[in-house]
């Protein structure tokens, strides 16, 4: 199975993936640390590395597709395009799909969390509170069933919201009768 993991930075969604993670177990592939091992590498900041990075986590998650195992990608995928990129990827491997959009519906607790928030990504500056705002405003909508957690709620109780998704989503279509 392949899972997608979306949703504005600081929102929860690597909390999640994290633990589910472990909890399938399924490898995480964060787009994040990606992108700053690239800068790391000496690539320029001015280059296109967010899409260098959504291809390299595309091109890790399917070795692990081809392994028989599943993975969870961990990024905002905010854009259309980014989507359909992993339901290629799923497609190839005929596996299924699941997208798990995070959010965090109070807007004080969301900035607060970014704005206390070090995950020690060596060379990665996280993002301001303005940038996230243009994030918001440039993200576009859905157009196929997702789950959508808010991080409001405990990590927990989440992780098994998702869990009991995933294990629905894993089941094979029943015939109609």
Request: aromatic share 4%; hydrophobic share 45%; charged share 20%.
């Amino acid at each position: 199975m392949l899972i997608v993991m979306a949703g504005l930075p600081a929102a929860g969604k690597s909390s999640v993936a994290e633990r589910l993670g472990r909890a399938l177990p399924a490898a995480v592939v964060p787009v994040d640390p990606i992108e700053a091992a690239m800068w790391s590498a000496g690539v320029d900041r001015g280059q296109p590395t967010g899409l260098a990075a959504y291809l390299v986590a595309e091109a890790v998650a399917d070795g692990v597709l081809a392994l028989g195992q599943s993975v969870i990608i961990d990024a905002v995928n905010a854009v259309e395009a980014a989507r359909q990129q992993w339901r290629t990827l799923a497609d190839r491997h005929r596996v299924p799909v699941v997208f798990v959009e995070v959010v965090c519906s109070d807007l004080r607790v969301h900035q607060q969390r970014l704005e206390r928030r070090s995950r020690g990504i060596v060379g990665f500056e996280e993002p301001t509170w303005q940038a996230i705002q243009e994030r918001r405003a440039e993200y576009e909508p859905w157009t196929e069933h997702r789950l959508v957690l808010d991080s409001i709620a405990d990590l927990a109780s989440n992780v098994t919201k998702a869990q009991e998704h995933l294990t629905e989503a894993a089941q094979p279509p029943q015939p109609a009768s």
